[in-house]
């Protein structure tokens, strides 16, 4: 079967990775993909949001199956224009993805699914909203309502630090469109976890629990960036954890959407805090994380294109799913300057010695290469260096050692990827 991965980043190469190697699938393209990717498909130069242009891509190459990266074209109603061309379409629809699109449609299916969630307020209004949030007393979280390339969401350590992110977001209309409405929520306390699932639109079948990295410095110092690294498994998820998050966090979350129409094909992430042992939902993203993607794709023994076909198809009940290494860890090498600012074009030497290390893949998240064979950076995350192992401390020995082989100027990762499930030993 021919497949279709739509995206271009370290998420959508270990996706085309995993597929590419499935004895099912004859050929993968990827659109735009990129030249890290290009190792493991066919790229083809059409945009993740022309959806026409993708719709037509996978008709005229005769694609099987398309699979979906990252959450704009679905929110955009990539699936919903493959579905009426008859397409077989990985993802939800954009009336499913709204659960990512907009944080007062999530937190109002978490309140009618009886899911656990820090409790909110839904503004458009700056003075309501800033009497709502001296209710809740500060520390607090302000959100923006719309996708905000995850920056919309700010932690406040006191009232006027909240008074000015609701003015920002309202007022002054930072997010523009994003940002018209705001949630406004307790602050919760906790450990946060991945939990990643699949579902066909009536069950799921849950992956492994993982945790990222979000801040871009060691001991979870320094701001924010897209993800610094993952590992999987989370042993703050053990597994009688993971069973009631399925049984009372997923299932009712996909049973509610149920009820309002819209079924629910695709990757179901609950960004979730635990505290004491009990899972609250911080937020839902409609695809897989990234990076969290890459350590599971490395763990993952089952056919990943078995498992998408069953929720493609409807029935995804009664599969289990199978994990090769006992854990995976994956380290992101970033440009320097980011998440600021940053160099692109700059040569990188020392990834095939990165990748020739046993258990070790090495995901490109931003990178060109030159006709010489020369792979420069061509973004602020640059590789995902990602290692499997029996145990987790083999795991984070063997993917600083590929680590190490890779150099350019200004890369910096940090150096204390999966501290918490090493300390928990
Ligand atoms: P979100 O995009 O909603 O996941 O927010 C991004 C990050 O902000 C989360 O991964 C948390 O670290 C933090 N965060 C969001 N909401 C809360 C909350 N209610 N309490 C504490 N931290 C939060
Ligand atoms: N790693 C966090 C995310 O993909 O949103």
């Not at 978490?110 to 899911?115: E, I, K, N, R």
């Not at 406040?156 to 469109?177: H, K, N, P, R």
């Not at 976890?193 to 979000?214: E, N, T, Y």
Request: glycine fraction near 14%; charged fraction near 25%; aromatic fraction near 6%.
């Amino acid at each position: 079967m021919k497949v279709l991965v739509v995206g271009s980043g370290g998420r959508e190469h270990a996706l085309a990775w995993k597929i590419a190697s499935d004895p099912r699938v004859d050929s993968v393209i990827a659109a735009p993909g990129s030249a890290g990717i290009a190792q493991v498909a066919a790229c083809a130069d059409v945009a993740v949001d022309d959806v026409e242009g993708l719709a037509r891509l996978a008709r005229d190459a005769g694609v099987d199956l398309t699979v979906v990266g990252p959450e704009a074209p679905l929110a955009a109603g990539l699936v919903d224009r493959f579905r009426a061309d008859g397409l077989r379409v990985f993802g939800p629809d954009a009336g499913g993805a709204r659960l990512e699109a907009s944080k007062a449609f999530m937190k109002q299916i978490l309140v009618d699914a009886g899911v656990a969630t820090a409790r909110y307020g839904e503004f458009g209004d700056v003075e309501a909203a800033r009497r709502f949030a001296r209710d809740l007393g500060a520390p607090l979280v302000v959100k923006a309502d719309g996708l905000a390339a995850g920056k919309g969401v700010v932690v406040c350590e006191d009232l006027e630090t909240a008074d000015q992110a609701i003015a920002s977001m309202l007022e002054q209309g930072v997010f523009g469109e994003a940002g018209r409405r705001v949630v406004v929520e307790e602050f919760l306390v906790g450990e946060e976890a991945s939990f990643i699932a699949l579902c066909d639109g009536r069950s799921v079948v849950a992956l492994a629990p993982s945790q990222d990295h979000k801040a871009v410095g060691d001991g979870d110092r320094g701001p924010n960036t897209g993800g610094m690294g993952a590992y999987s498994p989370a042993p703050v998820v053990d597994d009688a954890l993971a069973g009631e998050i399925t049984s009372t966090i997923i299932e009712p979350t996909v049973a509610t959407l149920r009820d309002r129409g819209i079924d629910y094909r695709g990757v179901l992430y609950a960004g979730l805090m635990i505290h004491e042992g009990k899972p609250k939902v911080l937020e839902y993203n409609v695809r897989f994380g990234d990076p969290e993607c890459q350590p599971l794709m490395v763990r993952l023994r089952s056919s990943l294109v078995d498992l998408i076909e069953g929720c493609v198809e409807g029935d995804v009940s009664g599969i289990e799913v199978e994990w090769n290494a006992g854990a995976a860890v994956c380290v992101v090498m970033a440009a320097g300057g980011y998440p600021g600012s940053y160099e692109k074009g700059t040569a990188i030497s020392g990834i095939e010695a990165a990748g020739a290390h046993e258990g070790v893949e090495v995901f490109h998240a931003g990178t060109t290469r030159d006709g010489d064979g020369t792979w420069r950076t061509a973004g602020g995350r640059v590789l995902g260096v990602t290692a499997g192992a029996d145990t987790v401390e083999t795991a984070v020995r063997r993917a600083y050692t590929a680590v190490e082989n890779i150099h350019w100027d200004g890369v910096h990762y940090r150096r204390d990827i999966a501290h918490r499930a090493l300390s928990r030993q």
